[in-house]
């Protein structure tokens, strides 16, 4: 019945006790989690008075979105001060009452970085503005002449991942690049001076007692230092990701995070605490995804082979073995996940092409949940997808918020769609996010079929997404088969996975529409929707206690 054996204790010798490596952490998109002042924006008092809810869920630590000074042209990742809280959010005093509950509560608390660019508003660029060509406050960033008799021309032909060229040019003639907006200029890692500038960062953050941090475009950072022609210049904004090998995936960036790592490794080292390190790493494959994560670079980096593969089981089991076979071998775990605030949730990713009412979407959401806490290693969970919230996918043209709609023009692969604000209570908007006076109005509207949602509400239905995620918390806490640890393989008819965890905590996924039978003939002990004893209906994931 057994067909392999995929471990995932690496050869280091690591064990369970490493808090991060077997670690459920939930993103907190800070502008749409709870908003404690009513101004229609979720701030950090509203993510400190929600950590009682989150200590109840069950996850081990948070990750919070950028929330430090900025004008906000792409929501917080064009930074103009890394050391301080945007008003909007609250006040560095604020963020310590924020740290010192969550402390109080076990909850880790994950800062997110954003080292490839800053705004175009940070001290440092507006320097560069006021300076000559070829002055050191230009050479902290990607300054070059253009091409052509008058220079008309950008210095290459790179396209900006949000649209457009991803080149800007100021007022002496010189273009600046940057691979996101014109308000995002990518700093230049070659100017030592960038990276003594990012330990100071890390050290602020690190001495206010932080746990770790999320780093934004980890494979980024280093330019060809040539800045030739691409081959394919419009590559990433066709997909939306950073593809072209001339910007992006660097050699000179692993040595980034051998510093980093060494930073935190000292701060471990004086308190015992361990601070973690998980980068937002794309990259072709999972080999050279498994280059982020050796011993002494980042802790994790997030595998998002998952979150894009299709409902397909085929699919999923090729994603699961290559990323144990090339990740794990590093001595690392694997870091899923299945949605974030960049994406379609997955209620709707997994919905498509199905009729709609079909069911079909939150069904293969609830059992993909499943899944991914069963699998070896740290996961992640995208703040709403506890509670099966749907992208909102008819937001009006005048809401949207997305550079990259304000770029584009287009709507395709928009992102205000997965960060509207949560519902907490009630049955009409603002459904108990805001504090406000009533007619108060949260930064993105929330349809009114937000009420069927509202956490109230899915804390008093057993049956509810919630409930499935509690529970899978619980038991991945208490079964010692969970977690970090190996994963074995059973052979199934088509369209099911199932696999065994240690001693005998099996999982199984039914990819398809019609019931098959159980790989185990007991009550499960945990499923994602109705599951009789030795059936396994469609679009539904089980777990089973057996002793193989």
Same mark, same amino acid.
């Given at each position: 019945?057994?067909?392999?054996?995929?471990?995932?204790?690496?050869?280091?010798?690591?064990?369970?006790?490493?808090?991060?490596?077997?670690?459920?952490?939930?993103?907190?998109?800070?502008?749409?989690?709870?908003?404690?002042?009513?101004?229609?924006?979720?701030?950090?008092?509203?993510?400190?008075a929600? !950590?009682?809810?989150?200590?109840?869920? /069950?996850?081990?630590?948070?990750? !919070?979105?950028?929330?430090?000074?900025s004008?906000?042209?792409?929501?917080? +990742?064009d930074?103009?001060?890394?050391?301080?809280? =945007?008003?909007?959010f609250?006040?560095?005093?604020e963020?310590?009452?924020?740290?010192?509950?969550?402390?109080?509560?076990?909850?880790?608390?994950?800062?997110?970085?954003?080292p490839?660019?800053?705004?175009?508003?940070?001290p440092?660029f507006?320097e560069?503005?006021?300076?000559?060509? /070829?002055?050191?406050?230009?050479?902290? %960033?990607?300054?070059?002449?253009?091409?052509?008799?008058? #220079?008309?021309?950008?210095?290459?032909?790179w396209?900006?991942?949000?649209g457009?060229?991803?080149?800007?040019?100021?007022?002496?003639?010189?273009?600046?690049?940057?691979?996101?907006?014109?308000?995002?200029?990518?700093?230049?890692w070659?100017? &030592?001076?960038?990276?003594?500038?990012?330990d100071?960062?890390?050290? %602020?953050?690190?001495?206010?007692?932080?746990?770790?941090?999320?780093? =934004?475009?980890?494979?980024?950072l280093?330019?060809?230092?040539?800045?030739p022609?691409?081959?394919? &210049?419009e590559a990433?904004?066709?997909?939306r990701?950073?593809?072209? @090998?001339?910007?992006?995936?660097?050699?000179?960036?692993?040595?980034?995070?051998?510093?980093?790592?060494?930073?935190?490794?000292?701060?471990?080292?004086?308190?015992?605490?361990?601070?973690?390190?998980?980068?937002?790493?794309?990259? *072709?494959?999972?080999r050279?995804?498994a280059l982020?994560?050796r011993?002494?670079?980042?802790?994790?980096?997030?595998?998002?082979?998952?979150?894009?593969?299709?409902?397909?089981?085929?699919?999923?089991?090729k994603?699961?073995?290559?990323?144990?076979?090339?990740?794990a071998?590093? #001595?690392?775990?694997?870091?899923?996940? $299945?949605n974030?605030?960049?994406?379609?949730?997955?209620?709707?990713?997994?919905g498509?092409?199905?009729?709609?009412?079909?069911?079909?979407?939150?069904?293969?959401?609830?059992?993909?949940?499943?899944?991914?806490?069963? !699998? &070896?290693?740290?996961?992640?969970?995208?703040? #709403?997808?506890?509670?099966?919230?749907?992208?909102?996918? =008819?937001?009006?043209?005048d809401? $949207?918020?997305? &550079?990259i %709609?304000?770029?584009?023009?287009?709507?395709?692969?928009?992102?205000?769609?997965?960060r509207?604000?949560? @519902?907490?209570?009630?049955q009409?908007?603002?459904f108990?996010?805001?504090?406000g006076?009533?007619?108060?109005? *949260?930064? $993105?509207?929330? @349809?009114?079929?937000?009420?069927? +949602?509202?956490?109230?509400?899915?804390l008093?239905?057993?049956?509810?997404f919630w409930?499935l995620?509690?529970? #899978?918390?619980?038991?991945?806490?208490t079964?010692?088969?969970l977690?970090?640890?190996?994963?074995?393989?059973?052979?199934?008819?088509p369209?099911?996975?199932?696999?065994?965890?240690?001693?005998? $905590?099996?999982?199984?996924?039914?990819?398809?529409?019609?019931?098959?039978?159980?790989?185990?003939?007991?009550?499960?002990?945990?499923?994602?929707?109705?599951?009789?004893?030795g059936?396994?209906?469609?679009?539904?994931?089980?777990?089973?206690?057996?002793?193989?």
């Open positions: 019945m057994h067909n392999s054996l995929l471990s995932e204790t690496g050869s280091t010798g690591l064990n369970r006790h490493h808090w991060w490596r077997d670690a459920v952490i939930y993103q907190v998109y800070v502008r749409s989690f709870l908003d404690s002042t009513g101004d229609g924006i979720g701030d950090l008092a509203g993510v400190r929600g !950590l009682p809810y989150l200590k109840k869920l /069950g996850v081990d630590g948070i990750w !919070l979105s950028p929330f430090y000074p004008p906000q042209h792409d929501h917080g +990742y930074v103009a001060d890394y050391r301080g809280v =945007d008003p909007v609250g006040d560095l005093a963020f310590d009452l924020l740290m010192a509950a969550a402390r109080r509560l076990g909850i880790k608390v994950l800062l997110d970085i954003v490839n660019h800053c705004s175009s508003e940070h440092w507006r560069a503005l006021d300076s000559a060509p /070829g002055s050191p406050a230009r050479a902290r %960033f990607h300054f070059a002449d253009g091409r052509g008799p008058d #220079g008309s021309e950008p210095p290459n032909n396209h900006a991942m949000f457009g060229p991803a080149w800007t040019r100021v007022a002496d003639g010189q273009w600046y690049l940057h691979m996101f907006t014109p308000e995002q200029p990518d700093w230049n070659r100017n &030592p001076e960038i990276p003594d500038e990012f100071r960062i890390l050290r %602020f953050w690190l001495d206010r007692g932080v746990d770790g941090f999320r780093i =934004d475009v980890a494979a980024g280093f330019k060809h230092p040539d800045l022609d691409s081959d394919d &210049p990433d904004a066709r997909t990701d950073s593809v072209n @090998p001339l910007a992006w995936n660097q050699p000179e960036v692993h040595e980034v995070w051998r510093r980093w790592r060494a930073v935190c490794e000292e701060y471990g080292a004086r308190d015992g605490r361990e601070r973690l390190l998980v980068g937002e790493v794309s990259v *072709p494959t999972a050279e995804h982020y994560v011993p002494d670079e980042l802790h994790q980096a997030f595998f998002f082979d998952l979150l894009g593969a299709a409902w397909d089981a085929d699919a999923f089991r994603v699961i073995s290559e990323a144990m076979q090339d990740i071998g590093t #001595g690392s775990t694997v870091t899923w996940v $299945l974030n605030h960049d994406q379609v949730r997955t209620v709707t990713r997994y498509e092409p199905a009729p709609e009412g079909s069911g079909l979407g939150p069904a293969r959401a609830r059992a993909a949940a499943l899944l991914m806490l069963a !699998l &070896p290693g740290a996961a992640y969970i995208y703040q #709403g997808e506890e509670l099966g919230l749907p992208e909102v996918v =008819d937001l009006p043209d809401v $949207l918020t997305d &550079p %709609f304000r770029r584009t023009g287009s709507r395709a692969r928009i992102r205000d769609g997965c509207v604000p949560l @519902p907490w209570s009630g009409a908007s603002p108990g996010f805001t504090s006076a009533e007619g108060t109005k *949260p930064w $993105l509207p929330q @349809p009114e079929y937000f009420a069927e +949602y509202a956490t109230d509400r899915a008093a239905d057993t049956r509810s409930h995620y509690r529970e #899978g918390l619980h038991l991945r806490k079964l010692p088969q977690g970090e640890g190996p994963l074995e393989w059973l052979d199934t008819p369209g099911v996975l199932a696999f065994v965890r240690g001693d005998g $905590l099996v999982c199984a996924v039914n990819f398809g529409t019609a019931p098959t039978p159980a790989p185990v003939s007991g009550t499960p002990l945990l499923s994602s929707g109705p599951c009789p004893p059936v396994l209906p469609g679009a539904t994931a089980a777990w089973w206690l057996n002793d193989l």
